[in-house]
């Protein structure tokens, strides 16, 4: 089955810094690939998402990039903010699994 | 918005005892989800739910474990004899189809003392 791997698993930046999260995925049929964000005691919720048929998506601060030959998606987020700190899960449309996480830390 | 329903959002049990947790998905969703975190780690997939049955299932969700769709509405999972380490946040989601992303209910926390 698809199998989604995300690094790093921490990541620490200065308030302003860009945060960039990578995922790979296994099985080139995916064509659906979220990114979810958990604050501390909360659910997982989507923040951003893409299709197969675009390389960048962009929201704001927050941006995906997604490399088809490669089968690798990443978030990106620009001047971070100390509320971006959370954990950010990626996930491919074939899998049911999510990636393993990253706890990023905005620092002010 | 539509939203993920679940409940309780705490739950205490004793060790050996029988669990229900109980969601309700997004009402014109088709897959349903169970997932589980334990404390500051990564969100386990353990079994999703299509069109009236099992569609896939972990290593985690063995026969202790139990899903059932028995209304149009509800979605359950069952803990058949919990065990300390079933303690964990349980979260349900749905989604409209493979293309669309997840929907997570708030969570219910399962403590097996």
């Known amino acids: 089955g698809e199998n989604v791997e995300q690094h790093p698993s921490t990541l620490s930046v200065q308030e302003g810094d860009s945060a960039v999260i990578k995922c790979t995925y296994s099985?080139?049929?995916?064509?659906?690939f979220p990114w979810y964000k958990q604050e501390l005691g909360k659910r997982p919720q989507l923040i951003i998402d893409?299709?197969?048929?675009?390389g960048e998506k962009k929201d704001q601060r927050i941006a995906v990039t997604l490399n088809k030959t490669a089968k690798h998606f990443s978030l990106h987020i620009t001047e971070t903010q100390p509320e971006d700190s959370a954990v950010y899960f990626c996930?491919?449309?074939?899998?049911?699994?999510f990636g393993a996480g990253t706890r990023l830390t905005v620092k002010p | 918005e539509p939203e993920v329903t679940q409940t309780p959002s705490h739950q205490v049990t004793q060790m050996g005892q029988e669990v229900i947790l109980r969601c309700v998905p997004i009402?014109?969703?088709?897959?349903f989800y169970w997932y589980r975190q334990i404390l500051g780690q990564k969100v386990e997939f353990l079994v999703s739910?299509?069109?009236?049955?099992?569609?896939?299932k972990s290593e985690i969700f063995d026969d202790q474990f139990s899903v059932e769709r028995p209304d149009g509405s509800n979605f359950t999972l069952k803990i058949r004899s919990t065990k300390l380490e079933d303690s964990a946040m349980y979260f349900c989601?749905?989604?409209?189809?493979?293309?669309?992303?997840?929907?997570f209910g708030s969570g219910t926390r399962l403590t097996v003392v």
């Open positions: 989601a749905s989604r409209a189809g493979t293309g669309n992303g997840y929907t």
């Open positions: 996930a491919a449309s074939l899998s049911v699994r």
């Open positions: 099985d080139s049929a995916s064509n659906y």
């Open positions: 893409i299709r197969s048929n675009v």
């Open positions: 009402s014109n969703h088709l897959y």
């Open positions: 739910f299509y069109n009236n049955e099992i569609s896939e």
